[in-house]
């Protein structure tokens, strides 16, 4: 069965907002490609592909966040 692929900027803000910012990057990439004049996918993956000591905490923070839930998740398990 073929996998149904849903591209929105929807879907790329709620992969930036959970830290997934590889995926957010490809999603506006491939938004981009189907239309090239969309400036706000354009800023948008700007944003994601600029290097910056915000975008590095943030990076470290959601790592943090994810052990930490992983950690929870485990306390509930037992």
């Known amino acids: 069965m073929e996998k149904l692929k849903i591209l929105s900027a929807t879907l790329a803000e709620i992969y ?9 990057r490809e999603v506006y990439r491939q938004l981009l490609d189907r239309d090239k004049d969309n400036d706000t996918y354009r800023g948008r993956l700007a944003l994601l592909l600029k290097d ?5 905490k943030l990076h470290l923070l959601t790592a943090l966040l994810r052990r930490v839930e992983e950690k929870r998740d485990e306390r509930k398990a037992v």
């Open 16 to 24: 930036m907002r959970q830290g997934h910012l590889d995926k957010a």
């Open 52 to 56: 910056s000591p915000d975008r590095r």
